[in-house]
């Protein structure tokens, strides 16, 4: 089924590990974001990226890193978990980044993860 | 700053019609409304889009007034399933000259029997 798809759905870290949280989308969006949510609280924008080879930073982009080699691909890298970033991980895609055309976000099934 | 501004929490009663209103006065010229709901454990889905009057779709009506500094979804004949966390969103233009999309507190919605 198309969508945005994220993997895993459910990780543990010991601090200081680092690791990789894929999210793929078969919707040939332009746009792609990545968003933490921590329990009871509202979405922080990561780093979001507008295209193939082109990213920026959100609200709260210390800790993670991003690239965008294909369209259809937009992983997040932990460099250094630490129990701070203990959070679900949401990754959403839009059909444009022109302002005109803008029809909204689909998210994925977000990854649960756990710094110990 | 495109920031968004919303009551942290509603109650109503199923069968109600429920209006939650976001203002978000520095929004761009050119920028669309976007409203989503998101349910515990989920991530959020779109509800409706706009950008100007009056639209409308099988699940919402969204208002926004002329000077489009704020906007107001309209949820009718609410049912307990409703029950969820209620978010508009307005792009943000960062010096790069892109949009970024940060998402506001949010309104909890409770339906009630």
């Known amino acids: 089924n198309a969508g945005v798809t994220q993997t895993p759905k459910f990780q543990v870290l010991k601090t200081g590990q680092s690791m990789t949280l894929q999210c793929a989308q078969d919707?040939?969006?332009?746009?792609m974001s990545w968003y933490r949510q921590d329990p009871g609280m509202g979405l922080r924008l990561i780093h979001y990226?507008?295209?193939?080879?082109?990213?920026d930073q959100g609200e709260v982009p210390n800790g993670y890193n991003v690239s965008r080699s294909t369209t259809e691909d937009f992983p997040l890298r932990l460099l250094s978990a630490a129990p701070s970033q203990t959070s679900v991980y949401f990754c959403?895609?839009?059909?444009?980044?022109?302002?005109?055309?803008?029809?909204?976000?689909?998210f994925g099934s977000g990854t649960r993860l756990t710094v110990v | 700053l495109a920031k968004t501004t919303q009551p942290i929490s509603m109650d109503s009663y199923e069968g109600q019609e429920v209006n939650i209103t976001c203002s978000h006065n520095?929004?761009?010229?050119?920028?669309?409304i976007t409203w989503y709901q998101q349910f515990p454990s989920q991530g959020p889905r779109f509800i409706i889009q706009?950008?100007?009057t009056k639209v409308t779709n099988e699940v919402a009506s969204l208002f926004i007034p002329a000077d489009r500094k704020s906007s107001t979804l309209s949820l009718p004949r609410v049912s307990l399933s409703d029950t969820a966390v209620y978010y508009c969103?307005?792009?943000?233009?960062?010096?790069?000259?892109?949009?970024?999309?940060?998402f506001g507190t949010g309104t909890r919605l409770k339906v009630l029997a």
């Open positions: 990226s507008v295209g193939a080879g082109i990213t």
């Open positions: 520095n929004i761009a010229t050119n920028d669309y």
């Open positions: 919707m040939n969006h332009e746009y």
């Open positions: 706009g950008y100007k």
């Open positions: 959403a895609s839009s059909s444009s980044i022109n302002r005109d055309r803008d029809y909204g976000y689909t």
């Open positions: 969103l307005v792009g943000d233009p960062a010096v790069s000259g892109t949009y970024k999309y940060i």
